[in-house]
């Protein structure tokens, strides 16, 4: 078997780590370019029209500094998830913070300037070599600059954000390389673990280590939940401020135009996932009966069943996932054995390690890096798939104009979610023993539960705490109860200990550069459900209509994508209902599985 590193190299991007002079070559390299930029933008007098041959240099600098922008963050993100107390990486990530501040505020002035542009002047110039392959893109920003406050302010907001807004987000960062937890082994050891070591514990087989690392968990997170709330405040006040100076009433109005989706499209998706909910709780139910308990605890959705008590080594898991991702499509096999091969994944179990896991793109240098935590769990392995799904959809992008490959959260995540399908539904099929078919069954409906529950509980908690915040601050009692209480409504009430601090402990939550973390797992789990039963159907031949359409997700609404390369329509019910029903015929298998 093939001896794949466990370490990601970061030094054939920039090599010496936080300490890399090439990388700070780069930045400032970039800070000459956004001064250029801002200078020349700033040249055009009051009122002024801007010609064709501005409109297109303009575009050209702004998407050789966007390239660079996005790989340089990657960089700081990186460096400092695998060291989270590496001093120089967050002097790094202050400064790259800084620079984009000051290039978000060049955009701002770039769309006033878009905004100038007459109707006709703008139509003809986007049927240009220059504008027409990132025409969407384009349009897209001319359009949100008549929603926006003028640029000087725009401006002002983003560079006061560095060390307010973005600040806070950093600051729970600060939070959680402090955090250790203590765990006591069956020889009566006592050990610290990070954060990120002790997350694994929580889907443990043993009900009584699950049990106790749950109670420690939470024991930790309420320590620090009172600057986590502190933190949580501070980064939904900004946002609230900034919405009502540009007199945006909805919550939800930058997340779904994020998302290039509408509100019709979200409720639709909701109400199918709401309808289908009494399916899964049966299955809820009945793993509960399998465990002996009455009703499964939050500790209790992802424990293990069957014979995933097995430790499944890293190579082991790279041979798997290669080979299931090879019936699909070959390309895609070959991408993950060069990610392997190449150093791309950063999965060491150690400490100092940020907790979780994410992937994330390199575009200057055409490369990905995957994060995470391995400790040879099932979930570990589809964490692995989920992420190369990730790597592959950039990988099929790379040779597209730096604004085209802007493609929002939800269609990301369909690329990952597909890419666990394929493993989990080989895995399965693949499977001759019932222990082994149970615990792949149990596997894939956790992921059901998990977009269709504990995702809409951050959806619904997120919503209410919003509306709290309106009022004035909002305490951590009155976190806890938010929280609680949406879990209960999107378990259906099927959990009988819940997580109070989940808002505390869940980073998502914290991230400023993405509002309502949450919707576009669900959104992107039910896509790709959609589009792999079509994949199913159609067999390798569709693996070229898969990358087309990967390759338009960043230049038109999910809508006209899904129109485009589906034929269904997102705004109406039937297509959720039909991805719904698909991926929870696993519970009625599940269950004649498990009758006694």
């Known amino acids: 078997m093939t001896h794949y590193p466990m370490t990601w190299d970061l030094d054939v991007i920039y090599p010496g780590g936080s300490s890399s002079a090439a990388f700070l070559e780069e930045l400032a390299g970039m800070e000459r370019d956004i001064a250029a930029l801002t200078g020349e933008l700033a040249a055009l007098a009051p009122n002024a029209v801007p010609d064709a041959g501005q409109l297109s240099a303009w575009t050209a600098a702004v998407q050789s500094i966007l390239l660079r922008i996005r790989q340089s963050d990657s960089f700081v993100s990186c460096l400092q998830a695998q060291q989270m107390k590496d001093a120089a990486a967050s002097g790094l990530n202050d400064r790259v913070k800084t620079m984009s501040a000051k290039f978000n505020a060049a955009l701002t002035s770039f769309d006033e300037k878009l905004l100038r542009t007459d109707d006709a002047a703008w139509q003809s110039w986007l049927q240009s070599s220059d504008a027409a392959p990132v025409a969407f893109a384009l349009n897209e920003r001319r359009e949100a600059a008549r929603e926006k406050l003028p640029p000087e302010q725009e401006a002002l907001a983003g560079e006061l954000a560095v060390d307010g807004y973005h600040g806070w987000g950093d600051f729970y960062n600060t939070i959680v390389s402090r955090m250790r937890f203590e765990v006591t082994e069956e020889n009566g050891e006592t050990k610290g673990l990070s954060a990120g070591q002790m997350f694994n514990r929580l889907s443990n087989s043993n009900r009584a280590v699950r049990e106790a690392a749950f109670k420690e968990w939470e024991r930790g997170w309420g320590e620090q939940a009172d600057l986590c709330a502190d933190t949580l405040n501070r980064i939904s006040g900004f946002r609230l401020k900034l919405y009502g100076k540009r007199g945006w009433d909805a919550i939800l109005k930058e997340p779904l135009d994020m998302n290039r989706m509408s509100e019709a499209t979200l409720n639709a998706m909701w109400s199918a996932v709401t309808e289908g909910k009494p399916k899964l709780v049966r299955y809820l139910e009945r793993k509960a009966k399998l465990l002996g308990l009455d009703k499964l605890a939050w500790y209790d959705v992802h424990a293990p069943l069957g014979s995933t008590d097995k430790k499944i080594s890293y190579d082991e898991a790279a041979a798997l996932i290669k080979e299931q991702f090879g019936a699909f499509s070959p390309d895609l096999a070959d991408f993950t054995e060069m990610a392997f091969k190449d150093a791309w994944i950063e999965a060491e179990d150690r400490s100092g390690k940020r907790p979780g896991g994410f992937c994330t793109a390199f575009p200057k240098s055409e490369q990905t890096r995957i994060f995470m935590t391995y400790s040879g769990t099932p979930d570990n392995v589809s964490t692995l798939a989920h992420e190369l799904g990730h790597a592959y959809h950039q990988h099929v992008m790379n040779d597209l104009p730096p604004l085209a490959q802007e493609y929002a959260m939800n269609v990301a995540e369909t690329a990952s979610t597909f890419a666990e399908m394929i493993v989990a539904d080989s895995a399965l099929e693949a499977a001759t023993e019932r222990d082994e078919k149970l615990a792949l069954l149990d596997e894939k409906l956790q992921n059901a539960a998990a977009f269709f529950m504990n995702i809409h509980a951050r959806f619904l908690f997120e919503n209410r705490f919003y509306e709290k915040r309106r009022e004035g601050m909002v305490s951590q009692e009155e976190l806890n109860k938010l929280m609680e209480e949406a879990q209960k409504e999107a378990f259906s009430g099927a959990l009988g200990e819940l997580h109070p601090h989940f808002w505390a402990a869940k980073l998502h939550f914290y991230l400023t550069d993405v509002p309502f973390y949450n919707f576009p797992y669900t959104f992107g789990y039910l896509f790709s459900g959609g589009i792999y039963a079509i994949a199913k159907k159609e067999g390798s031949s569709f ?52 009758e006694a």
Not at 546 to 559: I, K, N
Not at 569 to 575: H, Q, T
């Open 543 to 594: 693996a070229d209509r898969y990358v087309a359409l990967l390759r338009d997700t960043g230049l038109m609404t999910v809508e006209d994508l899904a129109e485009k390369h589906l034929g269904v329509r997102l705004d109406e019910p039937g297509f959720w209902r039909e991805a719904v029903a698909l991926l929870l015929e696993d519970v009625d298998a599940f269950v004649a599985l498990t």
